[in-house]
């Protein structure tokens, strides 16, 4: 790891975390201005364990998926933000759960169990680190918020509904979950 690279990491943390402070508690609107933002998210199983990605904003292991564009089915949108982030194509399951979190990005996170059909893995300008970790060994720059629809994708149960509020703690552990990755070019464990 050179240390100008590291530096051009360091130096990109003010902007980001400025930005995703400005759309946490500012830009969080759901369709027409209403608070109900839903985002869809994939627990991408195969036999290397579980996909997981970073993207180039906030730097932690979390799941692939993101917003669905108006009018878009939610396995549409889904099969969509897996394909142009990690170039899979997938098969979307069974609902997971939804996770109301409230706090710091209030939206509803509506998680599928997905499967591989095809296509290769590979990063995407948004997220540009993909690896596969096997359930049991998951990192620790995790974000602590894509624990529960992991492990309640494991159990194989019915869908789950759970209410997360995201305060300071929630935000301090991502800005340090941020920062570890940027000091170690993405390595942390």
């Given at each position: ?11 990109r943390?003010f ?16 369709p027409?201005g209403t ?11 195969g036999p290397e364990g ?7 904003d ?13 009018g ?5 949108g ?16 069974s ?35 993909l ?14 918020w ?7 994708a ?19 552990t ?6 570890r ?5 993405d390595?942390?464990?």
């Open positions: 790891m050179s240390r100008t690279g590291r530096l051009a990491r360091l130096l943390l902007p980001d975390h400025a930005r995703t402070a400005l759309w946490g508690f500012f830009g969080h609107r759901g027409r608070r109900d933002r839903v985002v869809v998210q994939g627990v991408i199983e579980v996909l997981l990605s970073v993207r180039v906030l730097r932690g292991w979390e799941l692939p998926g993101g917003n669905l564009d108006p878009e089915a939610e396995e549409a889904l099969r969509r933000e897996v394909r142009e982030e990690t170039g899979l194509e997938v098969a979307v399951g609902l997971v759960g939804e996770y109301r979190r409230t706090g710091f990005l209030p939206h509803r996170a509506r998680v599928y169990r997905c499967t591989v059909l095809g296509g290769a893995l590979t990063p995407s300008a948004e997220t540009p680190v690896r596969w970790f096997a359930p049991d060994t998951l990192p620790s720059t995790l974000f602590p894509y624990r529960a629809p992991i492990e309640d494991a159990r194989h149960a019915p869908p789950v509904e759970r209410h997360e509020h995201h305060g300071l703690h929630a935000i301090y991502g800005f340090t979950i941020d920062l990755m940027r000091w170690t070019d390595k942390a464990p």
